[in-house]
């Protein structure tokens, strides 16, 4: 696309010590056919030569580039730095570690364009394997949810950590500053935008799910979404905040429930009950009975199998 008039994009990109894998994410952008588009980089205090590796690329951008370098202060407030520093009015994120597939944004700016009332779009994506394999679908657990509207995938969201990836995401710049942009209070970068999203909008009008795959997840050990340590205090602090006292109790139930078979995994049986336990005391006192445990029982050989799959491709 050469059309000047069309909005400008601003992909926010936030890198930590990807230095194996950022220049790739950087050149997925540059290789996009829509050029009203600039790119805003923080560097979140990385360790590795990240910040060397960046630098250069910015000597020879093919497209307007804005690199950042701070202090260690987290995803969101990176995030945040990204955005006050972007000028698009559609705001799109990337994973340093992640690439944008061909041709996106030149066939999702399109719906911004047909559709006025449009505030946000979502895509799909693959999920990208140390040894080049492409595969899955990201929003598989998602799907049936979608099919309901609004509701059906605010209860998804309030119910489920597996929501929207926010790299599948373009959004209205105006509209994602008028709901807070990134929740620093919380750490969330995804979970509690897309709960603030779908409690926001109003009509069908203003979101759209295209099931086209626009990105490919990387998938290696170092991510800090397989941190359960580094994810358990985050995902206490967005209950908290987003939800009520019954869906709280239930979701920590079910979600005490599946760690307590990934303990099972790693053969630490005494650890492991304990966690049932606590789902058991949970469920009694709000009235949400043992039923999770049950479903989560008759999903055990899933957990089983995909453990022993990951365990395999990391080795």
């Known amino acids: 696309m050469t059309n000047n008039k069309l909005p400008k994009v601003s992909i926010l990109i936030p890198s930590y010590n990807h230095a194996a894998f950022v220049e790739k994410a ?25 910040r060397e590796i960046i630098a250069g690329l910015v000597i020879i951008s093919p497209i307007r580039m804005i690199f950042i370098e701070q202090k260690n202060a987290g995803i969101c407030a990176t995030l945040n730095r990204a955005l006050n520093k972007s000028t698009g009015a559609i705001v799109g994120l990337l994973a340093s570690d992640d690439i944008m ?25 693959h999920f990208l394997q140390l040894n080049g ?13 979608i099919k309901y509207g609004i509701s059906g995938i605010l209860n998804h969201m309030l119910t489920h950590v597996e929501g929207f990836y926010t790299q599948s995401m373009l959004i209205k710049r105006d509209f994602l500053l008028d709901i807070g942009a990134f929740d620093e209070s919380t750490g969330s970068d ?17 979101y759209i799910f295209i099931d086209r795959a ?24 967005v209950i ?3 939800w009520t006292l019954n869906s709280r109790s239930k979701f920590i139930s079910q979600e005490y429930v599946k760690r307590a ?15 049932i336990n606590k789902a058991c005391l949970i469920g009694f006192s709000e009235g ?11 999903e055990f050989p899933g957990y089983v199998y995909r453990e022993l799959k990951r365990q395999l491709k990391f080795k």
């Open 101 to 125: 597939l061909p041709n996106r944004l030149s066939a999702e700016v399109k719906f911004f364009e047909m559709k006025s009332q449009l505030k946000v779009l979502y895509s799909n994506g």
């Open 214 to 237: 626009a990105f490919l997840y990387r998938v290696h050990q170092t991510q800090s979404h397989r941190n359960y340590v580094f994810l358990r205090p985050i995902q206490r602090k």
């Open 240 to 242: 908290r905040k987003y």
């Open 133 to 145: 394999d492409i595969s899955g679908d990201l929003h598989r657990h998602l799907k049936p949810s």
């Open 26 to 50: 950087i050149r997925s952008v540059w290789e996009q056919n829509y050029n009203n588009l600039e790119l805003v980089i923080v560097d979140d205090g990385s360790t590795d030569n990240s």
């Open 261 to 275: 078979f990934h303990l099972f995994l790693q053969k630490r049986f005494k650890h492991g009950l304990r966690y």
């Open 288 to 298: 949400v009975p043992v039923k999770c445990i049950l479903r989560f029982g008759f």
């Open 190 to 206: 995804d979970w509690s935008l897309n709960i603030r999203i779908f409690k926001s909008i109003n009509i069908e009008d203003e």
